[in-house]
């Protein structure tokens, strides 16, 4: 919330979407919903579950999608992002930094650190010829060595390699 703000104060012509029931560091999805509120047109929160058909109309209006993950492993969020071929910004928490790659599918920031957070959405946003050229990297990555296909053959493999050591 803070990076948006700073954001918007920046560009105030920016939008956020929050797709889901929010989630506040505190706890209190309550927060995250008078924050918005209080900032108008600027913030659309959807506050339900998003059923699958519904995902891709809202990934077609986002130039970057971000995920300011303070802790995790994986995202499904980046994974679809980049299925749908859009930038990402993202916190460097588990795996996400390596996914995305800083300066490939998109930007990688340090997690919880609202300005360096703000500067990439600002790079991403104010560039449209960048974040198409993040969103296409993204996409061919799940389209090739991320995607569920390469995903099998690598497993494949494992399970062969397991089965012919114990012959």
């Known amino acids: 919330m803070d990076a948006f703000d700073e954001l918007l104060e920046r560009r105030p012509g920016v939008r ?5 029931t929010p989630i506040a560091t505190d706890g209190d ?14 913030v659309e929160v959807i506050d339900r579950y998003v059923p699958i ?4 109309d809202i990934f077609a ?7 300011p993950y303070l802790t995790g492993a994986q995202s499904g969020i980046v994974a679809l ?5 859009r930038a990402v910004v993202t916190s460097d928490v588990g795996e996400l930094g390596r996914v995305v790659g800083d300066h490939v599918g998109g930007r990688v920031v340090a997690p919880g650190d609202s300005h360096e957070l703000a500067a990439a959405l600002e790079e991403v946003v104010s560039n449209r010829e960048l974040a198409t050229r993040y ?10 060595s991320s995607s569920w296909e390469h995903a099998a053959e690598r497993l494949e ?8 050591d114990s012959d």
């Open 29 to 42: 999805p309550d927060a995250v919903r008078r924050w918005a509120a209080e900032r108008g047109d600027s």
């Open 53 to 56: 058909d519904e995902v891709a």
């Open 157 to 164: 493999g494992a399970l062969e390699a397991l089965l012919s």
């Open 135 to 144: 969103g296409a990297e993204n996409r061919r990555t799940a389209s090739g």
């Open 81 to 85: 992002a980049m299925t749908m071929a």
């Open 16 to 20: 956020l979407t929050i797709a889901g």
């Open 61 to 67: 209006r986002a130039r970057v999608v971000t995920t």
